[in-house]
């Protein structure tokens, strides 16, 4: 199956990184300097509509995401979404289908890319203050035996500021990327399953640490709700 034009999807990721380097700085803690030539599974928190395009642009790989079926609704965007890689999923119902697209995508060497939080979370619940997530990811990991990389991003949020996208005033954006997390696939489907999640709920949490101590972030710096965020009057520090 056709699943994007990789010319035009590798082509918008550097256009929309150049895009976003001239009103955003960009900060990435990396656990790992080299990540698997194979396929894996990235999962990260979810704080902005801008995530997924400033992700894909700093990655070390290119990701197809798992985005919102509503994405899809309209000719011209559908097209678009096809074109960068991405793959729908209905968030109400379990989605055989996009299971199906993203094992086939991890077959073929793909990266697939998984906001498992179900949308955007700032706060209590945040997987990165301990709320549940969406167990799709470890299943998919679990039934095709690949690794896992958590991810925790920071700062996307000030973007719903329109003041903030004026040329240089960079907005500081904080990446982290964090070790490859393994299935287990010596263990019955469910507990492996299970295991998974509470491993890389672990790991997201100790990775927001992480990031947090090495930049010295400050509270105001953590995830805030978009609404707070439009009424926002930030001034770079940075």
């Known amino acids: 199956k056709r699943s994007g034009n990789r010319v035009f999807s ?3 990721r550097y256009l929309v990184r150049l895009i976003f380097s001239w009103s955003c700085q960009v900060y990435r803690f990396r656990k790992t300097q080299k990540y698997d030539p194979g396929s894996f599974i990235v999962v990260s928190n979810h704080i902005s509509h801008f995530d997924p395009p400033m992700l ?6 290119y990701i197809d995401w798992m985005a919102m079926e509503e994405l899809y ?3 011209w965007s559908g097209c678009l979404m096809s074109l960068l890689s991405t793959f729908p999923v209905k968030k109400s119902t379990r989605d ?5 697209t993203a094992l086939e ?3 073929i060497g793909r990266v697939v890319g998984i906001f498992p939080e ?3 979370r700032a706060g209590d619940s945040s997987v990165l203050e301990g709320a549940p997530i969406w167990s799709g990811f470890a299943s998919l990991s679990v039934l095709s035996g690949r690794p896992v990389v958590p991810c925790v991003i920071f700062g996307t949020d000030r973007l719903y500021h329109r003041a903030n996208w ?3 005033r960079r907005v500081p954006v904080w990446m982290g990327f964090g070790e490859p997390v393994m299935p287990q696939p010596h263990l019955p489907r469910e507990q492996a399953r299970d295991l998974l999640i509470h491993e890389v709920e672990t790991a997201l949490i100790a990775l927001k640490a992480e990031l947090v101590n090495h930049f010295r972030l400050l509270p105001d710096d953590l995830p805030q709700t978009p609404q707070h965020r439009k009424r ?4 770079p520090k940075r």
Do not use: H, T
């Open 56 to 61: 894909g642009c700093w990655f070390p790989r």
């Open 232 to 235: 926002e009057d930030f001034r």
């Open 105 to 107: 995508r991890l077959k």
């Open 10 to 12: 590798y082509f918008s």
């Open 73 to 75: 609704s309209k000719r």
């Open 118 to 120: 179900g949308g955007i």
């Open 96 to 100: 055989s289908s996009s299971l199906r």
């Open 166 to 168: 004026r040329p240089f």
